[in-house]
């Protein structure tokens, strides 16, 4: 189930029943916390609730981590806050070096969807959950540590702990076909480990 939710890149929250029976220490919480993510690692972006069904504890913390998972799964962003993050992301580490070519990321951008609404007039509606393109020199350069450095840095910047993010990396000669509709390249994005796959 968790491939599935993360296959169809949905917000999720994560609830652990019987917290009653855990005895607490210091470090039990956090390390429960890594267990579950580890053992659910494709929906590492959710939030972790523990309950106790029986005796009722944090149970109204369900509701509110769902309303924050779907709250951050419909946010945009403008392009200003995008390479901003952007900026300070390869200014701390710099993009990697592959085969003697360095990766360079030029700007990035929500990935807008069309669409018609009521009143008969055009607005764009951002994607759900957020989409970021990456323009860059060659994608193919993006490296697994590189592309999981990007996720974590830009999901701890737009606090968007609960959704995940789908990145269309674009060379930056296609940068006026977003999203690209290729049949190697599905309409609903990359993760960032799948980013590796192009």
């Known amino acids: 189930m968790a ?17 009653d029976l855990i005895d607490k220490d210091p470090t039990v919480y956090k390390n429960a916390v890594k267990y579950v993510k580890e053992k659910l690692h494709w929906l590492d972006y959710a939030e972790v609730v523990f309950t106790s069904a029986k005796s009722g504890q944090r149970i109204g913390n369900i509701m509110d981590a769902c309303v924050s998972a779907n709250d951050q799964f419909s946010k ?17 580490q710099k993009p990697p070096v592959t085969h003697g070519k360095r990766l360079n990321i030029y700007y990035a951008c929500q990935v807008p969807l069309p669409r018609l609404i009521t ?3 055009d607005a764009q509606v951002h994607s759900k959950p957020p989409g970021i393109a990456l323009f860059c020199n060659d994608e193919r350069l993006m490296t ?8 974590v840095f830009f999901r701890r910047s737009l606090n968007l702990a609960g959704s995940p993010i789908r990145w269309y990396p674009r060379a930056k000669r296609h940068r006026h076909v977003v999203p690209d509709m290729r049949v190697r390249r599905p309409a609903r ?3 960032s480990k799948e980013l590796l796959t192009l």
Do not use: M, P, Q
Request: net charge negative; with cysteine; charged share 25%.
């Open 3 to 19: 491939e599935e939710i993360h296959t169809e890149s949905r917000a999720a929250v994560i609830v652990c029943n019987k917290w």
């Open 76 to 92: 945009s962003f403008s392009t200003a806050l995008l390479n901003e993050v952007l900026r300070e992301a390869t200014f701390l």
């Open 144 to 151: 697994r540590d590189y592309a999981e450095y990007l996720e």
């Open 119 to 121: 009143d008969g007039s």
């Open 189 to 191: 994005g990359y993760s």
